[in-house]
């Protein structure tokens, strides 16, 4: 039932949101504050999910996250090879983490008494 609401919500929120950040231009400094304000909050939202081992959730946030900033800040440039090990060594830190927060749960709900 989450999943379906999540999914309509995420659905209804990805129309108003490519059309707010493609109404400006890429120098625009309404976009700029837009973009952060989007950006803080998709954040902010990223968070909450990982905090409520909503991994899923947190992905698609994290995938929304990297296609704004994309939006906003154009193609990044190219990464040196050891700023690419560093991100993908961060990022599986955090999928770790996720993990071991939903396998703490899942130890949890299986050890309570029905």
Same mark, same amino acid.
């Given at each position: 039932? #989450?999943? &379906?609401?999540?999914?309509?919500?995420?659905?209804?929120?990805?129309?108003?949101?490519?059309?707010? /950040?493609?109404?400006?231009?890429?120098?625009?400094?309404?976009?700029?504050?837009?973009?952060?304000? %989007?950006?803080?909050?998709?954040? +902010?939202?990223?968070?909450?999910?990982?905090?409520?081992?909503?991994?899923?959730?947190? +992905?698609?946030?994290? %995938?929304?996250?990297?296609?704004? +900033? /994309?939006? &906003? @800040?154009?193609?990044?440039?190219?990464?040196?090879?050891?700023? +690419? =090990?560093? #991100?993908? %060594?961060?990022? =599986?830190?955090?999928?770790?983490?996720?993990? $071991? @927060?939903?396998? $703490?749960?899942?130890? $949890?709900? #299986?050890?309570?008494?029905?």
């Amino acid at each position: 039932m #989450k999943r &379906c609401v999540l999914a309509v919500a995420l659905a209804l929120a990805m129309p108003a949101f490519a059309q707010s /950040t493609q109404s400006a231009q890429p120098g625009d400094p309404a976009q700029g504050a837009s973009c952060q304000a %989007e950006e803080a909050a998709l954040e +902010r939202d990223i968070d909450l999910a990982r905090s409520r081992g909503q991994m899923l959730r947190r +992905r698609q946030l994290a %995938e929304a996250l990297a296609a704004l +900033r /994309t939006r &906003c @800040h154009g193609a990044e440039p190219a990464q040196s090879r050891a700023a +690419r =090990i560093d #991100k993908l %060594e961060h990022d =599986i830190r955090l999928l770790r983490a996720d993990l $071991e @927060h939903a396998e $703490e749960q899942l130890r $949890e709900l #299986k050890n309570e008494r029905p």
